[in-house]
């Protein structure tokens, strides 16, 4: 069975700080990796995806996430937060059947 | 070229009644997802439908339905509502051959309430 930890629930960080949103995943098989981001009171935005090939994966708006398989891990990173990025951040994992497994989710706050 | 969408936005309903919520997918996807995401918690797989057939189930129970149509576009019925059956209601939609989960898209979400 797949499971998916996300280890801080609420991270707060001042605005141009670096920030790291944990994710750890267990998995017989290989897996594929997400992080999605869930604006207040929207839906669910793909940020990135790790499917095959370079474990460091990037997004359009300078998130960045690295699959680490002998750590089981896919933390995600920006080097510099705006108070946009102020969202739910989900860890999620599939092995390419019918579903994905999100993690409870990890809440940014950025401080003025 | 359109989302998916969902309708209602939000719906109260009273314990023990019926709902059915609805989703439209992307053009061009032909599998439906459907979620379960209760307050402060990452969303569950409810099931999900490709060519109008149930290709997956999560854990719950019987009076969670669903349907696919022709057009791809897919209900979620809940009969004999519960008090724990409150959560925001989500839709995904897969693109044609990549049935798998690596590839879907969601809607907004529907947010029911159960009195």
């Known amino acids: 069975a797949q499971s998916v930890t996300q280890l801080d629930s609420q991270v707060p960080v001042f605005g141009e700080a670096p920030v790291e949103l944990r994710c750890n995943y267990s998995s017989s098989v290989s897996v594929y990796l997400f992080w999605y981001v869930q604006y207040p009171n929207q839906g669910l935005q793909l940020l990135l995806k790790y499917l095959s090939g370079s474990t460091l994966v990037e997004s359009i708006n300078g998130f960045e996430a690295e699959f680490n398989k002998s750590q089981t891990s896919f933390h995600l990173r920006k080097p510099s937060v705006h108070i946009s990025d102020t969202a739910e951040y989900f860890c999620a994992v599939s092995n390419r059947d019918d579903k994905i497994i999100f993690g409870k989710g990890t809440r940014l706050h950025i401080l003025p | 070229e359109t989302g998916v969408t969902q309708s209602p936005t939000h719906l109260i309903k009273t314990r023990g009644q019926q709902v059915t919520l609805r989703c439209s997918s992307q053009s061009g996807h032909n599998t439906v997802s459907w979620y379960q995401q209760a307050l402060g918690q990452g969303p569950q797989f409810i099931f999900q439908?490709?060519?109008?057939?149930?290709?997956g189930r999560g854990n719950f129970p019987p009076r969670f339905s669903g349907l696919q149509f022709p057009n791809y576009s897919s209900e979620l019925n809940v009969n004999a509502l519960e008090l724990d059956d409150s959560a925001l209601y989500l839709c995904?939609?897969?693109?044609?051959?990549?049935?798998?989960?690596?590839?879907?898209?969601f809607g907004p979400g529907t947010r029911l309430t159960v009195t």
């Open positions: 439908y490709y060519r109008e057939e149930e290709n």
């Open positions: 995904a939609s897969s693109p044609l051959n990549t049935h798998g989960a690596y590839e879907q898209y």
